[in-house]
């Protein structure tokens, strides 16, 4: 049985003590198909100029073991060992921004001999809020907006939410109605609030406008999938008075049993994102005003919560997210061959 090594890509600065990821590579490095998996993480000065750069054929990586762990102050990764890229067979992205498209795109060139996971270039392409207008039947009413006149022909419609194409984690979302203007949960009048919009519009290539829900209060639902299986979800519940359920708007998270619908979300948007080379993605979900849940959000750079299911689930989500991960670089190394 051919076994694999792989070199995940990481940033433990950016991370808390209950980052899932780590809980994940202590699975991985104990199952039958693994040789190696080491870790390097941007927050390794060592690391610097590849982390600006990604065209070097060496970095500073600490493989994982049973005494693997995680401090703030990382210094687990004091004694990382230089190691080859091209030895491994895997290069799994578990990082945050700030990544450009551009960098995305020069790890998918510089190292096109390993299976990455996900793809640079399917985190690109599916990344954008672009994307989801590949899904109009599955959203809230959605279009892209070039223009304040974009804007306005939405507003004569409904309430509306103007989301940044490359933004993340509730920063930068704008939600207009016919009196006042959120920028986050920052409230102005409206002519004063349009004129921000125009300002930040300036600077953006578009926007993409999705219908506000009233229902948004009933929370944001996280499903994960890893390899086109649903493996848990949280409810993400803003806090109150405010509209934004992101946790780090201050929302709180609890678990989530996930519906039909949701089921056949992830059933429709699965194949296209593995055909764009993503494996493991999450999206959110907001009940509409017929009270249905539908697709606001497809998030492939850096997904987390796998912890959090298990432990609000009970179920192993971590050991199958292990497995699912496995099986993916056993049977797509193998036919590469």
Same mark, same amino acid.
């Not at 870790?39 to 065209?55: E, P, V």
């Not at 946790?247 to 619908?261: C, H, P, W």
């Not at 999206?283 to 959090?308: A, H, K, M, P, Y």
């Given at each position: ?58 970095? *500073? ?8 762990? $995680?401090?703030?102050? =990382?210094?687990?990764?004091? #004694?990382? %060992?230089? &190691? ?73 419609? *409904? ?8 933004? $993340?984690?509730?920063? =930068?979302?704008?939600?207009? #109605?016919? %009196?006042? &203007? ?156």
């Amino acid at each position: 049985m051919k076994k694999y090594r792989v070199l995940v890509l990481t940033d433990h600065s950016t991370h808390g003590k209950n980052e899932s990821i780590y809980s994940l590579l202590r699975m991985m490095s104990k199952h039958p198909l693994c040789v190696e998996i080491s870790l390097a993480t941007r927050g390794n000065s060592k690391n610097s100029a590849f982390f600006s750069d990604f065209d070097m054929p060496t970095i *500073f990586a600490k493989r994982i073991d049973e005494d693997f762990y $995680y401090t703030e102050a =990382g210094d687990w990764f004091e #004694d990382s %060992k230089c &190691v080859v890229i091209s030895e491994f067979d895997a290069l799994f992205l578990r990082i945050d921004r700030p990544l450009t498209d551009d960098q995305l795109y020069k790890i998918e060139r510089n190292y096109r001999e390993l299976l990455i996971i996900n793809s640079p270039g399917g985190i690109v392409e599916t990344g954008s809020k672009r994307f989801l207008l590949n899904f109009p039947e599955l959203c809230p009413d959605i279009t892209l907006c070039h223009t304040m006149a974009d804007i306005k022909e939405q507003l004569e419609k *409904f309430p509306i939410v103007l989301k940044p194409l490359h933004g $993340y984690g509730g920063t =930068g979302l704008i939600r207009i #109605d016919a %009196k006042k &203007v959120f920028f986050e949960n920052k409230k102005y009048n409206y002519e004063p609030g349009m004129a921000l919009v125009a300002d930040y519009l300036k600077h953006s290539e578009a926007m993409l406008s999705m219908r506000y829900l009233k229902n948004v209060t009933e929370g944001d639902k996280r499903v994960l999938v890893v390899g086109g299986k649903i493996l848990g979800a949280t409810l993400r519940l803003p806090p109150k008075g405010s509209w934004l359920c992101n946790l780090n708007q201050g929302g709180t998270a609890s678990y989530a049993k996930v519906d039909e619908r949701e089921y056949e979300i992830a059933e429709a948007i699965s194949p296209i994102l593995r055909r764009h080379g993503v494996l493991i993605f999450g999206f959110d979900t907001l009940v509409d005003d017929d009270g249905v849940r539908c697709l606001s959000e497809i998030n492939t750079l850096n997904v987390g919560g796998l912890v959090q299911a298990e432990e609000f689930s009970g179920e192993p989500v971590v050991k199958i997210a292990s497995e699912l991960l496995w099986t993916y670089i056993a049977e797509t190394k193998t036919a590469s061959h």
